[in-house]
């Protein structure tokens, strides 16, 4: 009977992509008022980060009125993600049950040690599709997505002005598109900003009067929900005029990145309060190259300057949560908390 490893360390910021800032799989990292040196394995992590949470009816509710205004087959898709997650909750919960029945409907203990090793097995598959099936989910994004990233580097852009056909997207430059706002929306930078942030988002008074009762509200049960809802309709928009900009650095300094490291540059993260108007995102891909999405520019390349380089670097400083990378140890002179 093969075994099951349920994926408990579950990364926000992929260790492939942080593997351009290492080496030999050994990243600088400061965190707070620390510098250390550690394997990327161990960074931008939590456990069961993604586990999947029930929603009650109340935040049923608020879903829905969250979608009210959207077309048919948006309130569909997202309807059809919702019921695919509770799936794995509910296997879980049918799995519990049985397990907990027939364990009392067998006396032979030779039988019984079979039936555990068993049962134990089971138990895990079922607690393994709750536990690892988003991570699964993005996991599979970054496989497909790290092609795009190494041409990147390899400053070649033709999947996004000359894209090809794609399996399940219409094509390269919407599968890119997506990806990066997933990125950007799946990490614990924004998840803990939104659930700060809930109560100035979402006016409790209202909500009582629309007949949701907003203190059974959990918004980290919340987050991940809407997320997925706004991270695919963000894409969708910026589809047909986003533009893409490659930036080259040639200088002294390097690009650094952190556990948020894809970036609106034209909002404040120091301030759950502050909405920005203009979307524009920032993406380091390795010490030396970065990209601009949606960017005024009209050029694909952008040779950066000293003073560009320390931009974006304190940009990405101001935007982490916990942790700032590098490739070396002397950046955090400059850029700390």
């Given at each position: 009977?093969?075994?099951?490893?349920?994926?408990?360390?579950?990364?926000?910021?992929?260790?492939?992509?942080?593997?351009?800032?290492?080496?030999?799989?050994?990243?600088?990292?400061?965190?707070?008022?620390?510098?250390?040196?550690?394997?990327?394995?161990?960074?931008?992590?939590?456990?069961?980060?993604?586990?999947i949470?029930?929603?009650?009816?109340?935040?049923?509710?608020?879903?829905?009125?969250?979608?009210?205004?959207?077309?048919?087959?948006?309130?569909?898709?997202?309807?059809?993600?919702?019921q695919?997650?509770?799936?794995?909750?509910?296997?879980?919960?049918?799995?519990?049950t049985?397990?907990n029945?027939?364990?009392?409907?067998?006396?032979?203990?030779?039988?019984?040690?079979?039936?555990?090793?068993?049962?134990?097995?089971?138990?895990?598959?079922?607690?393994s599709?709750?536990?690892?099936?988003?991570?699964?989910?993005?996991?599979?994004?970054?496989?497909?997505?790290?092609?795009?990233?190494?041409?990147?580097?390899?400053?070649?852009?033709?999947?996004?002005?000359?894209?090809?056909?794609?399996?399940?997207f219409?094509?390269?430059?919407?599968?890119f598109?997506?990806?990066?706002?997933?990125?950007?929306?799946?990490?614990?930078?924004?998840?803990?900003?939104?659930?700060?942030?809930?109560?100035?988002?979402?006016?409790?008074?209202?909500?009582?009067?629309?007949?949701?009762?907003?203190s059974?509200?959990?918004?980290?049960?919340?987050?991940?929900?809407?997320?997925w809802?706004?991270?695919?309709?963000?894409?969708?928009?910026?589809?047909?005029?986003?533009?893409?900009?490659?930036?080259?650095?040639?200088?002294?300094?390097p690009?650094?990145?952190?556990?948020?490291?894809?970036?609106?540059?034209?909002?404040?993260?120091?301030s759950?309060?502050?909405?920005?108007?203009?979307?524009?995102?920032?993406?380091?891909?390795?010490p030396?190259?970065?990209?601009?999405?949606?960017?005024?520019?009209?050029?694909?390349?952008?040779?950066?300057?000293?003073?560009?380089?320390?931009?974006?670097?304190?940009?990405?400083?101001?935007?982490?949560?916990?942790?700032?990378?590098?490739?070396?140890?002397?950046?955090?002179?400059?850029?700390?908390?």
């Amino acid at each position: 009977m093969k075994d099951v490893n349920i994926k408990h360390k579950q990364h926000y910021v992929f260790q492939a992509y942080l593997e351009k800032w290492s080496n030999n799989k050994q990243i600088w990292c400061c965190r707070k008022d620390k510098i250390f040196l550690t394997n990327i394995i161990n960074v931008a992590q939590e456990r069961d980060f993604y586990r999947i949470k029930e929603l009650n009816s109340e935040e049923e509710k608020f879903i829905s009125l969250f979608l009210f205004n959207q077309p048919k087959d948006v309130r569909e898709a997202v309807t059809k993600h919702i019921q695919l997650l509770h799936k794995q909750l509910m296997w879980k919960e049918l799995s519990d049950t049985f397990i907990n029945n027939i364990s009392f409907c067998i006396e032979d203990n030779q039988a019984k040690t079979e039936l555990n090793k068993v049962i134990e097995n089971l138990r895990k598959i079922a607690d393994s599709g709750v536990n690892d099936l988003v991570e699964n989910i993005y996991s599979d994004d970054e496989g497909k997505a790290i092609v795009y990233l190494n041409q990147i580097i390899n400053e070649d852009l033709s999947f996004f002005y000359s894209p090809d056909s794609d399996d399940c997207f219409r094509d390269s430059k919407q599968r890119f598109i997506h990806f990066l706002c997933t990125q950007h929306f799946r990490t614990k930078s924004a998840r803990v900003r939104w659930e700060n942030g809930m109560s100035e988002s979402f006016n409790e008074e209202i909500l009582n009067k629309l007949g949701v009762d907003y203190s059974q509200l959990r918004p980290n049960h919340l987050a991940y929900y809407v997320f997925w809802y706004v991270e695919n309709h963000v894409a969708d928009m910026l589809y047909n005029n986003a533009h893409l900009s490659l930036i080259i650095n040639n200088t002294e300094e390097p690009f650094i990145t952190s556990d948020q490291p894809i970036i609106n540059i034209k909002a404040n993260y120091q301030s759950i309060n502050d909405t920005p108007d203009e979307l524009i995102f920032y993406y380091p891909i390795s010490p030396k190259y970065a990209i601009l999405l949606n960017d005024n520019s009209t050029d694909s390349r952008i040779i950066a300057l000293d003073k560009d380089v320390e931009y974006y670097n304190t940009k990405i400083t101001k935007s982490a949560l916990e942790n700032i990378f590098a490739n070396d140890k002397a950046l955090f002179e400059k850029y700390h908390f």
